[in-house]
């Protein structure tokens, strides 16, 4: 037997990935970033901490000393105790949207105004979603 040198090119593979236009989190398929899409954080239709105005983040004061330990929690204004929850809460009845946001007439998502992108012409603005025009909520 003779040893005969073998070259091997690599193999070129596409993959297609599923993202929610919200939190930019990628799934392998669709139906498993729709289920996602239902309680996003960032999805002001999940009506969760993230997108209300009751919310406030969880801040850290002391820059220069780690050690310090003065940091303050997640709050909720409107009453919820975020640190007795394992997670944040969605579908919260104390939910109020902590800005504008456009509701799109093809698939019912909401987005704040900055989210969306405008047509060409300037007249619209189109859903990240489903790419139809949204309107005001």
């Given amino acids: 037997m003779t040893d005969t040198?073998?070259?091997v090119e690599p193999e070129r593979v596409?993959?297609?990935?599923w993202r929610c236009p919200f939190c930019r989190r990628s799934h392998?398929?669709?139906g498993r970033a729709r289920e996602h899409m239902t309680r996003c954080w960032f999805n002001p239709?999940?009506?969760s901490c993230k997108t209300c105005v009751h919310f406030q983040e969880a801040t850290s004061s002391?820059?220069?000393?780690p050690s310090c330990n003065c940091a303050s929690p997640e709050i909720c204004s409107a009453g919820v105790d975020l640190e007795k929850l394992s997670k944040l809460p969605i579908h919260c009845p104390k939910w109020e949207p902590a800005s504008e946001h456009m509701v799109c007439d093809g698939c019912d998502a909401m987005f704040p105004e900055e989210k969306l992108t405008?047509?060409?012409d300037g007249r619209a603005l189109l859903c990240p979603a489903?790419?139809?025009?949204a309107e005001e909520s």
């Fill in 62 to 65: 002391c820059y220069a000393d």
């Fill in 130 to 133: 489903c790419h139809r025009e």
């Fill in 5 to 7: 040198a073998v070259t």
């Fill in 45 to 47: 239709a999940a009506r």
């Fill in 14 to 17: 596409e993959v297609v990935r």
């Fill in 28 to 30: 392998s398929g669709r």
């Fill in 118 to 120: 405008a047509t060409e």
